[in-house]
T-cell receptor, first 111, second 115 residues
Framework: QKEVEQNSGPLSVPEGAIASLNCTYSDRGSQSFFWYRQYSGKSPELIMFIYSNGDKEDGRFTAQLNKASQYVSLLIRDSQPSDSATYLCAVNGAGGFKTIFGAGTRLFVKA | GAGVSQSPSNKVTEKGKDVELRCDPISGHTALYWYRQRLGQGLEFLIYFQGNSAPDKSGLPSDRFSAERTGESVSTLTIQRTQQEDSAVYLC?????????????FGPGTRLTVL
């Protein structure tokens, strides 16, 4: 079982819709959870981080964490073509400081 | 500098040659990561440095790969006897705090092509 799993996609949504990106992780003791965005040919950049169960909102982005289900998601409201990118879920485990990345989900927002 | 820098930005080498990739992290960042990203794939963890602790080398794919870091500054990733499957973008990232719970700042990467 992979430590951090994401659907590779591609996920295609129309402009203005809500895009929902999901991630599951295997280490039940994980403490920190991150969403990075990576445009084609560019390096990843942090969008959101979340440490506590529940929702965390930042502009059009909402991160949701459910530690009991070992599940973290990212919602993008009012999706724009400029949101088209690969979204990487990352988890920091309790056993050490190393952060583990998922393989990423490719998102296409159609104008 | 303002961010993580890597050099060279592109490297083309012949199979069997050794290559050395360099990463300059953000000043003061104690943690440094190396990742490999093949075309269209996710990030593959290679090695992790944290302060003066022994590095986590669990991601290195073979003994042809090695990395060093001088204190909390520059790191070099060395690939010996390169193979075509080593062709990828090699990304370096640094992070500020000891807990590893902080944001990783990525460099622009080195694109390695092994002919």
């Amino acid at each position: 079982q992979k430590e951090v799993e994401q659907n590779s996609g591609p996920l295609s949504v129309p402009e203005g819709a809500i895009a929902s990106l999901n991630c599951t992780y295997s280490d039940r003791g994980s403490q920190s959870f991150f969403w990075y965005r990576q445009y084609s040919g560019k390096s990843p950049e942090l969008i959101m981080f979340i440490y506590s169960n529940g929702d965390k909102e930042d502009g059009r982005f909402t991160a949701q964490l459910n530690k009991a289900s070992q599940y973290v998601s990212l919602l993008i409201r009012d999706s724009q073509p400029s949101d088209s990118a690969t979204y990487l879920c990352a988890v920091n485990g309790a056993g050490g400081f190393k952060t583990i990345f998922g393989a990423g989900t490719r998102l296409f927002v159609k104008a | 500098g303002a961010g993580v820098s890597q050099s060279p930005s592109n490297k083309v080498t012949e199979k069997g040659k050794d290559v050395e990739l360099r990463c300059d992290p953000i000043s003061g960042h104690t943690a440094l990561y190396w990742y490999r990203q093949r075309l269209g794939q996710g990030l593959e963890f290679l090695i992790y440095f944290q302060g003066n602790s022994a590095p986590d080398k669990s991601g290195l794919p073979s003994d042809r790969f090695s990395a060093e870091r001088t204190g909390e500054s520059v790191s070099t990733l060395t690939i010996q006897r390169t193979q075509q499957e080593d062709s990828a973008v090699y990304l370096c990232a640094s992070s500020l705090e000891l807990a590893g719970s902080d944001e990783q700042f990525f460099g622009p990467g080195t694109r390695l092509t092994v002919l």
